[in-house]
């Protein structure tokens, strides 16, 4: 990521194990998605069914809060692909 990308996500471009990671679990019902949420950032995750055309599509919008937390949302649907995308996509 260049030094700009670093910024907007929240991490440290001086530290290779700062980065913005999704955890990905199977669970009854769905998946789950967790990734660590960066204070004062917005976040959007998207989905999309297949590469072939890439269409994304928001699943759900974060919202800054003015403390890092874990995020996490889950989805019903266990077929898609997903992204986060800071800051929040319109």
Known sequence: MSNAA???AGTDYNNSNS???VQ???VPGGVTLS???VSNRTYSVQYTPGFNPIAW???VDI???NATYTATITDPNTNRF???ITP???
């Open 82 to 84: 997903y992204r986060l």
């Open 35 to 37: 990734f660590t949420a």
């Open 24 to 26: 990905i679990a199977a």
């Open 19 to 21: 980065v913005l990671r």
């Open 88 to 90: 929040i996509q319109r």
């Open 63 to 65: 919202l800054a809060t």
């Open 57 to 59: 599509r928001k699943l």
């Open 6 to 8: 670093e910024y907007f």
